[in-house]
């Protein structure tokens, strides 16, 4: 599952597209955009870099964990769980 992180760094508006590595346990950018822009992360500066990703770990642990003020991941209700046939609608 990927997520989309919005920012705006050094007046810019930063879009990206991150998930995380099992691999390598740590944050992985899959597509970002600087003003609409194609952008890599390694055309960044270090510090700018650094910032981001730290950034993206503490978007990604409040999404997690729910200590953020991030809209949780939208569920279809409509889902069915295959190993009763229920519909998951209204369960905690």
Do not use: Q
Not at 25 to 46: C, K, P, Q, S
Not at 50 to 73: F, H
């Amino acid at each position: 599952m990927t997520y989309v992180y919005e920012t705006i760094l050094s007046g810019k508006v930063v879009a990206v597209e991150y998930t995380h590595s099992s691999v390598t346990d740590a944050i992985v950018v899959v597509d970002m955009t600087v003003d609409g822009e194609f952008h890599r992360l390694n055309w960044m500066n270090d510090y700018g870099r650094e910032s981001l990703l730290a950034e993206l770990e503490n978007d990604m642990t409040d999404r997690m964990c729910s200590t953020g003020e991030y809209a949780p991941v939208p569920v279809d209700l409509t889902e069915v769980d295959v190993l009763t046939n229920h519909l998951i609608v209204g369960e905690a």
